[in-house]
């Protein structure tokens, strides 16, 4: 299974950008499909999360009503719509696929759940 993080970039305050992961190898619909992000000196941090089933997808305290995730099975990937970009938002974004059998709700936001991971792509806030 290989994941292909990509949309990252430098944007203003208050702008948008949408981060794209593209997975290969393996039943991608059953997999349950996260968003992590990472700054230097700190631990990467849970943003958002979808399970294999669809439904409502789950968030972080700090995105929830600004950022967006979905799926789309036909195309093996997932995509983080993020508005509203604040410059603490600035780190390095990295997906990861959460292969069968996927954590229980209790575990999606702990790294240790997640089986595959992308590269990272790179978000910058400007103030």
């Known amino acids: 299974v290989q994941l292909q993080a990509s949309g990252g970039g430098l944007v203003q305050s208050g702008g948008s950008l949408r981060l794209s992961c593209a997975v290969s190898?393996?039943?991608?619909?059953?997999?349950?499909m996260a968003w992590f992000r990472q700054v230097p000196g700190k631990e990467r941090e849970f943003v958002a999360c979808i399970r294999w089933t669809g439904g409502t997808p789950y968030y972080s305290d700090s995105v929830k009503g600004r950022f967006t995730l979905s799926r789309d099975n036909a195309k093996n990937s997932v995509y983080l719509l993020m508005n509203n970009l604040k410059p603490e938002d600035t780190a390095l974004y990295y997906c990861?696929?959460?292969?069968?059998?996927?954590?229980?709700?209790?575990?999606?936001?702990?790294?240790?759940?997640?089986?595959?991971w992308g590269q990272g792509t790179q978000v910058t806030v400007s103030s």
């Open positions: 190898g393996g039943t991608f619909s059953r997999y349950s």
């Open positions: 990861a696929a959460d292969t069968p059998p996927v954590n229980i709700l209790s575990e999606i936001r702990n790294t240790r759940g997640y089986d595959y």
